[in-house]
C-alpha cells in the first residue's frame, strides 16, 4: 500500500495503490521520479520478504527463502492512482545487510549470501508472468591445463568421446615461439578444430618436444629453451587454459616465501613447548573486531539492462557496520569495516568516468569502537560526514567527531616530539528517561532520538542539547 499526503493536511492521507496479494513485506528504498512535460511520474521500490519453499520432492519439511522484490509502479496523467507495470524478483538465503537502487536501471546489493534473479525484466516485450526459473549461469571451463617445472611446459587436453584418439586426428606445431593445437573431428578433410593457438611466453626448444595421447588425453611436452626460467603464462598476452601448480614450484614458492612467515606451522620433534619461536598461532589473540562472520559476503551491482550483475566485490573480510543517506537525491550509501575504521561507499551508475563504488569518507577507529559497543541498537552519521554516533538501546548515545584542527594551541605528541594539530572528540549524550528507543537520525547539525513517549534533538553545532 502506497499513501500520498497533501500539503497541510497531516492527518489526512489518500490510498494510491494497494494490492491486498502480496505476501507482508518490509520497505527497503525508493525512488520518485517525476516525467516533465507529460504530467506522470514513476514510483520505484525494494521491498523484501520471506517464503517457504519445499526442500525436495521426498521430503515435506520446508526451507524459507528471502525474496527481494523490485517493483516500478507508474501514474499516468488521467488517473490519480499507481500501477504495478513491471517487477522483478531476486532470491537468496540471507536478509540483505544493504540494498539500494541506485538507478531506474541499476540495483546495489550487499547479503551474507549472494542472490540470484529468478524473474522479471523492464522491456516492454517482457510478459509479467514470467516462469519461476532460474538460469543456469554459462560454463567457464577451461579448454586445457598445463602445468611447468624447471625444464618443460606440459599442456593436457582432455578428448571427448565423441573425438577420435588416433595421430591422424591430431595437428600439432611447435616452433620456438609459437605453438598450434588442433583436433580433427574426422578424416575426410575437415579442418582441425583449435584448442592452443599464439605465441609462447619464452622460446622453446622444438627438437625436444613431444606429445602423446594418453588414456584419452593428449599430452603435449615443451621443452624451455631457458631452464630454471617461471613462465606467468603459457601464450603471452593471454590468460588461457587452467593452470595447475607442480609440486617442484609448490615448493620453491614456499621457500622463497618462507622469510616473511612470522611462526612455523609445525612444531619441531624434541622442541620446548615454551619455546617461542615453535609457538602455534593462538586465536585466542583475537579480539572480537578481528573476527570475520561472513565467509561468502559480496557487494554486487545488477544492470537492469542486461538483466545481470556486471559487478561484484568480495567483502567476506569486511564486515558491514550500517547504511546511510547522504542526500536526497543520491542513492543509499554503506559504511564497511577496514581494518579498525569505517569507511563510507558511495554507490553509482558505473560508467566510464565513474565507478560503481565511491570512496566518500572514511572514520578513524570507529570500526573498533563498534565492536567493542556490545549493547549498540542503532549506528548513523551525518551526511556530511562531520560525526558518527552510536545509540544504544536505551539511554545513551556515543558521539564521536571528526579531527578538526587546533587553534592557538602549543598541544605535542610525547613519544614522537610532533605538533599536534588536529584532535577528535568523543561524546557521550544521555536521555533523561529510561524508555527503549525505536528511531535513531543523524543530520549534519542536529541528532534525533526516538522514544516512546518524547523526540530529543541535539544541537551537533555545540555541546549544549536542546
Not at 343 to 348: E, F, G, S
Request: proline share 4%; glycine share 4%; hydrophobic share 35%.
Amino acid at each position: 500500500m502506497v499513501d500520498e499526503r497533501k500539503a497541510r493536511e497531516c492527518d489526512k492521507w489518500s490510498t494510491v495503490y494497494r494490492d491486498d496479494s502480496t505476501p507482508p513485506c518490509v520497505i527497503l528504498d525508493c525512488r520518485y521520479r517525476s516525467l516533465e512535460g507529460v504530467g506522470e511520474s514513476c514510483l520505484e521500490l525494494l521491498v523484501v520478504r520471506f517464503e517457504e519453499r519445499e526442500s525436495s520432492k521426498e521430503k515435506c519439511d520446508e526451507v524459507t527463502v528471502v525474496v527481494l522484490e523490485w517493483m516500478r509502479l507508474h501514474q499516468s496523467a488521467a488517473n490519480s492512482g499507481y500501477q504495478l507495470i513491471k517487477s522483478r524478483l531476486f532470491e537468496g538465503k540471507s536478509y540483505p545487510d544493504y540494498a539500494a537502487i541506485v538507478s531506474e536501471n541499476g540495483l546495489s546489493l550487499a547479503s551474507a549470501a549472494p542472490f540470484t534473479l529468478i524473474s522479471g525484466g523492464w522491456d516492454d516485450e517482457d510478459d509479467m508472468d514470467v516462469d519461476n526459473v532460474v538460469t543456469p549461469p554459462p560454463s567457464n571451463e577451461a579448454k586445457f591445463k598445463w602445468k611447468q617445472t624447471s625444464e618443460d611446459v606440459t599442456i593436457m587436453i582432455k578428448l571427448t568421446t565423441s573425438q577420435l584418439t588416433t595421430k591422424q586426428h591430431i595437428v600439432c606445431s611447435i616452433s620456438p615461439k609459437r605453438v598450434s593445437i588442433g583436433v580433427r573431428p574426422d578424416l575426410l578433410g575437415s579442418e582441425p578444430v583449435e584448442v592452443v593457438a599464439g605465441d609462447l611466453y619464452l622460446e622453446s626448444d622444438p627438437e625436444a618436444s613431444n606429445w602423446s595421447v594418453e588414456a584419452g588425453e593428449l599430452i603435449v611436452c615443451i621443452q624451455k629453451k631457458l631452464v630454471n626460467r617461471t613462465w606467468p603464462q603459457l601464450i603471452e598476452g593471454e590468460d588461457v587454459g587452467e593452470f595447475v601448480a607442480d609440486d617442484e614450484q609448490m615448493t620453491r614458492a614456499h621457500d622463497a616465501l618462507k622469510h616473511l612467515t612470522t611462526d612455523p606451522t609445525t612444531t619441531t620433534e624434541g622442541a620446548d613447548d615454551d619455546d617461542d619461536e615453535y609457538k602455534m598461532f593462538n586465536s585466542e589473540q583475537l579480539e572480537e573486531c578481528d573476527s570475520f562472520f561472513q565467509s561468502n559476503a559480496t557487494l554486487k551491482y545488477f544492470d537492469a539492462a542486461t538483466n545481470s550483475f556486471t559487478h561484484s566485490v568480495d567483502i567476506s573480510s569486511l564486515k558491514w557496520l550500517f547504511n546511510a543517506r547522504l542526500a536526497p537525491t543520491e542513492p543509499l550509501a554503506l559504511v564497511l569495516r577496514h581494518d579498525v575504521d569505517a569507511v563510507l561507499w558511495q554507490a553509482n551508475e558505473p560508467n566510464q568516468y565513474e565507478r560503481v563504488w565511491r570512496h566518500q569518507s572514511t572514520f578513524n577507529a570507529l570500526g573498533y569502537v563498534h565492536a567493542s559497543k556490545t549493547n549498540i541498537k542503532y549506528t548513523a552519521c551525518a551526511p556530511d560526514s562531520s560525526y558518527a554516533a552510536l545509540c544504544e538501546c536505551q539511554r545513551r548515545v556515543y558521539i564521536y567527531r571528526q579531527p578538526s584542527p587546533l587553534v592557538n594551541s602549543a598541544l605535542k605528541n610525547r613519544s614522537l616530539g610532533k605538533q599536534v594539530r588536529k584532535i577528535s572528540k568523543q561524546q557521550v549524550a544521555v536521555l533523561d528517561t529510561q524508555e527503549d528507543v525505536h528511531g535513531f537520525c543523524a543530520a549534519n547539525h542536529h541528532l534525533y532520538i526516538l522514544t516512546s513517549s518524547q523526540l530529543s534533538v541535539f544541537k551537533m553545532a555545540c555541546d549544549v542539547g536542546a
